[in-house]
């Protein structure tokens, strides 16, 4: 069975940091982009990242570069977003997504692209 599941989510403060794992089972998630996104409720969901599966190369978006970044241990099947400094608006249910495409310069900010998705995690940032 294909499955993409995140986990990490949870109560951080202002300021505060977290990380968020994405683990696969039953395909190799480093033969795929992987995109992380998020989305609060009545809002558009956001693309925060898009990984190449070539050169692991990350694009991330204005709102969260510097803070936030993407790592993958291919032994675990395993990416993880790990996000610094982070404000009460990151909070957002995040999920990741193993991406049929790469990320090219012009779509990469696509936040409906198809692949494997994962089911999100809840990240609250409230004091």
């Known amino acids: 069975q294909l499955q993409l599941v995140e986990s990490g989510g949870g109560l951080v403060q202002p300021g505060g940091s977290l990380t968020l794992s994405c683990a696969a089972s039953?395909?190799?998630?480093?033969?795929?982009?992987i995109g992380w996104f998020r989305q609060t409720p009545g809002q558009d969901r956001e693309t925060i990242s898009c990984?190449?599966?070539?050169?692991?190369?990350?694009n991330y978006a204005d709102t969260v570069t510097g803070r936030f970044t993407i790592s993958r241990d291919n032994a675990k099947n395993t990416v993880y977003l790990q996000m610094n400094s982070l404000k009460p608006e990151d909070t957002a249910v995040y999920y990741c997504?193993?991406?049929?495409?790469?990320?090219?310069?012009?779509?990469?900010?696509?936040?409906?692209?198809?692949?494997?998705w994962g089911q999100g995690t809840q990240v609250t940032v409230s004091s």
């Open positions: 997504a193993a991406l049929f495409q790469n990320c090219g310069p012009h779509t990469w900010r696509d936040s409906y692209q198809r692949g494997y």
């Open positions: 039953g395909f190799t998630l480093d033969h795929y982009a």
């Open positions: 990984t190449r599966t070539s050169s692991g190369m990350t």
